[in-house]
């Protein structure tokens, strides 16, 4: 062996270096629960010790088939020698190390096999290595904080992980063992809990029998599991012989990944504690939610086999299984947490998934928009203002024919001018000059009319087409502004009016088709303006 050809890392260099692999506390912790379940754990208690000092100790207990002194050994090494049992959690031997260093600068380890074995416990403290320079571990005796701590986390077996010298635990500094602190870690608790509950709801779930029963619990609270696809309301809608993957992997070797689509129930039929408990209904939400062997590692996100998070498939969620025989195929990462579809992987998923996801969009839009329509907009202000406006240029109605759904007026054409505009009668007086309907089968934003508060005395009218793109995208985003709904009103008011002033019988077509023109042009320029999600037209006391 050339010496010359030893190239060892710099310890303190590497061993800080380390510590910015992208992990957070949430994936962190994830990634020791990995190693707990690894080792055939039933119970892990997660204690978050804020000290009167402001000290921030994190001790993580399972009750697995625990290590003797030869196996911490090598658990602690960076780069630990791969697990026989192909399926473990833990990939790459680094998981431990990196996700501890990434929160403190030392971690522990305490751990025992045996009833009859003495607990071994080894320790890295990245200051000492920076001191030593060398890459050294602590072998320090076991205190009788960490024995308690073992009896209470663990039981007679399993393994202890300690994280102290928290400096990255919390995001920001606080006055130490301050009430603002105190705070913080409760709010830690709680994003900590949700993400475990997620991350691990196949294990935490004793109705799910695809894996076996895990219990996790954080300062004595059990984790409750989250099923992101809320089965029990939400539609499974990939056919059953589509639900299975043959995916090739670079040796020519084939394996088969797993998938189904959930449309979840809009929320609108679901109750808020419903939605917030259960559904969690978001842009980010939507898209892949990704399994190795039964442990999420992608929550969300379409991975580029569709574009960007919009609204009207903020319903969809897709679940992808597959097993450690394809984590070369889709590259996953050292912290779990992101994997990478191969182009033609991607490309067969976006053929796959593309009804469904037209489905879901479609029935977004169909449930906001009649959900749009159940929000009465108020057009008062338009009506008292026209109606309080007597100099308007506008056409004089001699007569009304309701039956034929025609009228004679005077108008700068000329006189006894007959026009087949649409003529109602006994309206609601708030609403006799501008008013929303559904019965506009045209697909016109607006049309003239003649309208009276009781069966004489018609005066013109516009009436609009809740069904069009204009109505639903633009006027409902501008019903929490009046003069803005008042200003829409006006201008289609003076349209309509404009129109019946200036037409007669032969000009009408003309009129029309102009009509039909600026409303087909309106819904192509709204094309790409989404939808308002229903929370936009909530008022703040029904959010």
Not at 17 to 29: C, F, H, I, P
Not at 252 to 270: E, F, S, V
Not at 346 to 363: H, T
Not at 514 to 520: F, L, P, Q, V
Request: hydrophobic content about 35%.
């Amino acid at each position: 062996m050339d010496d010359n050809l030893i190239n060892e890392p710099d310890a303190k260099r590497l061993i800080f270096g380390l510590r910015d692999t992208g992990y957070n506390v949430k994936t962190a912790a994830a990634d020791v629960i990995d190693n707990s379940i690894a080792a055939n754990a039933t119970e892990i208690k997660i204690e978050i010790v804020l000290q009167a000092d402001g000290r921030k100790i994190v001790y993580f207990g399972d009750n697995g088939d625990g290590m003797d002194a030869k196996g911490v050994h090598k658990a602690m090494r960076y780069g630990a020698p791969q697990r026989d049992n192909k399926q473990s959690l833990g990939k790459f031997g680094l998981g431990l190390k990196t996700a501890s260093s990434s929160v403190c600068l030392k971690f522990t380890v305490v751990s025992r096999s045996s009833r009859d074995q003495e607990l071994v416990k080894l320790a890295w403290d990245l200051d000492h290595v920076a001191q030593k320079e060398v890459w050294e571990m602590l072998k320090e005796p076991i205190t009788a904080d960490e024995s308690d701590a073992f009896n209470n986390l663990c039981g007679p077996t399993g393994t202890l992980v300690v994280w102290e010298k928290c400096d990255r635990i919390l995001t920001k500094d606080y006055a130490a063992g301050g009430s603002k602190e105190k705070a913080a870690i409760s709010r830690l608790e709680e994003s900590l809990a949700k993400h475990i509950s997620l991350v691990f709801h196949r294990f935490l779930d004793k109705t799910d029998t695809r894996e076996r029963n895990v219990d996790i619990c954080i300062n004595q609270s059990p984790v409750i599991p989250w099923n992101p696809f809320y089965p029990k309301r939400s539609e499974q809608v990939l056919a059953d012989e589509k639900q299975k993957l043959i995916v090739e992997l670079p040796d020519g070797t084939q394996k088969i990944a797993y998938i189904r689509a959930w449309i979840l129930p809009h929320r609108n039929d679901m109750t808020k504690e419903e939605e917030r408990t259960h559904a969690r209904i978001s842009n980010r939400a939507q898209g892949f939610y990704v399994y190795r062997e039964g442990r999420l590692i992608q929550d969300g996100s379409w991975l580029e086999v569709f574009g960007s998070p919009e609204p009207h498939t903020s319903l969809l969620r897709i679940e992808f299984d597959f097993g450690h025989e394809l984590d070369d195929a889709f590259r996953i990462d050292v912290k779990k947490s992101r994997i990478l579809f191969h182009p033609d992987l991607g490309d067969g998923l976006r053929e796959l998934l593309q009804p469904v996801y037209r489905e879901a969009g479609r029935r977004a839009r169909r449930q906001n928009r009649e959900f749009a329509n159940s929000q009465d907009i108020d057009h008062t202000s338009a009506n008292k203002n026209i109606a309080e406006t007597n100099n308007a240029n506008k056409p004089q109605i001699a007569s009304v024919d309701s039956k034929a759904q025609s009228a004679i007026v005077s108008n700068n054409m000329g006189q006894k001018i007959k026009l087949k505009l649409p003529v109602q009668s006994n309206v609601s007086p708030d609403t006799i000059y501008v008013d929303a309907v559904e019965d506009i089968t045209s697909g016109e934003l607006w049309i003239p009319a003649f309208r009276s508060a009781g069966e004489s005395g018609h005066t013109p009218a516009v009436l609009l087409n809740k069904h069009h793109d204009f109505y639903q995208k633009i006027y409902q985003r501008a019903a929490a502004n009046g003069y803005a709904v008042e200003g829409m009103d006006l201008l289609l008011w003076a349209f309509a009016v404009a129109e019946q002033n200036n037409t007669n019988e032969e000009l009408e077509p003309i009129f029309e088709d102009i009509r039909n023109e600026i409303s087909n042009n309106l819904r192509k320029l709204l094309r790409n303006v989404p939808d308002p999600d229903p929370t936009e037209l909530m008022s703040e006391d029904e959010e």
